[in-house]
């Protein structure tokens, strides 16, 4: 078989594909496309994204802004390759505009070199895949869903009826022995998708049943517009430095390191009228960050260690980034790692 086609769609990513460890081989062939089987979803326009991939909480910065009320409560968190994600979190993918609750009592995770999001509980019996798709159709995922789904070659569910479609939510339900499964493929308007499977013993059926329709009920889509705002602001200030230009009158130069793994490092500096050249440092808190979009409004959400989530607004202009209408110039980070 050949592997599905992949666009890497962030920095971290850009290596070529590298097997799956167990004890996640039983996904890899969902990633697989071969003829009779698995359809024709290797197509470029029906290609699978890795997204990143930036890991980040809410969070809260020590200048200018306050706390945000109106920020949510649930964590959220950037879908990022090796990070597991408990149950509760808000997993967002914000290069495909996709967010969904990952359900209570299991975790997910993408792995390194993988290319669909696993599930497994230590609570729950069963295991489960989520697939973020773009450039899809309701017939290419009704196409898909009406096939056998092998996730190895002795690990085959058969269709027990046909795919059921309800406008832009396509269902289904599997059987093997004593193995069944459950799936739910929802399309968003931009043409991006998700498509949900569990499996497990068949005395489950009913709760995997419940558990597609909750991950399909959490299930938030944006725009391809807010997606593309998205992408281009993590790679603006992905793995960058954010500095304060030194002014007149301004004696505290102050320095943001926002890195590709979702963490941030925030210094801000005291400076001698004796030694100008030789700052100390001040002030230092570290955490982690994300992006967020709001009609025209552009915002960096962070949080520091053990502390809440604050918004400011971001701006840029070619020459200067802009927190909350402060400048600062960009350069990459030397403290990243």
Same mark, same amino acid.
């Given at each position: 078989?050949? $592997?599905?086609d992949?666009t ?6 850009k ?26 979803w290797g197509?470029p ?5 890795l ?19 109106? !920020?949510?409560r649930?964590?959220?968190e ?6 597991f994600?408990?149950g ?13 609750m ?8 993408? /792995?390194?070199?993988g290319q669909?999001? *696993?599930m497994?509980?230590?609570?729950k ?11 899809v159709? !309701? ?5 898909r869903?009406?096939? /056998?789904?092998a ?5 085959v ?8 479609r ?10 093997h022995?004593?193995?069944?499964? $459950?799936a739910?493929?929802? !399309?968003?308007?931009a043409?991006h998708?998700?498509?949900? !499977?569990?499996?497990?013993?068949k ?10 329709d ?13 997606a593309?705002r ?12 954010l500095?304060?230009?030194m002014?007149?009158?301004? $004696? ?11 963490s ?6 005291k400076v001698? /009228? ?9 002030f230092?808190?570290s955490?982690?960050w994300?992006i967020?979009? *709001?009609?025209?409004?552009t ?6 260690q053990?502390?809440?989530p ?7 202009d070619?020459n200067?980034?802009?927190l909350?209408?402060?400048?600062f110039?960009?350069d ?6």
């Amino acid at each position: 078989m050949s $592997r599905l086609d992949c666009t890497v769609s962030w920095q971290g990513l850009k290596d070529t594909v590298s097997p799956i460890p167990d004890p996640a081989r039983r996904m890899t062939a969902w990633t697989e496309r071969g003829k009779g089987s698995l359809g024709d979803w290797g197509r470029p326009h029906a290609r699978l994204l890795l997204v990143t991939i930036l890991a980040a909480s809410l969070a809260q910065w020590s200048f200018a802004s306050s706390i945000d009320p109106l !920020l949510p409560r649930v964590q959220v968190e950037d879908l990022r390759v090796g990070q597991f994600y408990q149950g509760g979190t808000r997993l967002r993918v914000p290069f495909l505009g996709i967010s969904f609750m990952v359900p209570r009592d299991w975790r997910m995770r993408l /792995p390194a070199g993988g290319q669909v999001l *696993h599930m497994d509980s230590a609570r729950k019996p069963g295991i489960g895949i989520a697939l973020l798709l773009d450039e899809v159709t !309701l017939d290419d995922l009704e196409s898909r869903l009406a096939e /056998p789904q092998a996730f190895e070659a002795a690990y085959v569910l058969d269709p027990t009826g046909p795919v059921e479609r309800k406008g832009s939510r396509l269902s289904a339900s599997y059987l093997h022995g004593d193995q069944v499964g $459950r799936a739910v493929a929802l !399309l968003g308007t931009a043409g991006h998708a998700v498509v949900y !499977l569990m499996a497990g013993p068949k005395e489950e059926a009913e709760y995997y049943e419940t558990l597609v329709d909750q991950l399909a009920k959490s299930t938030q889509f944006v725009s391809r517009q807010t997606a593309e705002r998205l992408r281009a602001w993590y790679e603006r200030l992905s793995g960058q430095m954010l500095r304060a230009p030194m002014t007149p009158g301004v $004696r505290i130069p102050e320095e943001w390191h926002l890195c590709d793994d979702g963490s941030f490092l925030h210094e801000m500096h005291k400076v001698s /009228p004796a030694s100008p050249d030789q700052p100390q440092r001040g002030f230092r808190e570290s955490g982690t960050w994300r992006i967020d979009v *709001h009609g025209a409004e552009t915002n960096l959400i962070a949080t520091p260690q053990n502390d809440l989530p604050r918004r400011f607004t971001l701006q840029d202009d070619g020459n200067h980034t802009y927190l909350e209408s402060k400048p600062f110039l960009r350069d990459l980070s030397n403290r990243c790692l």
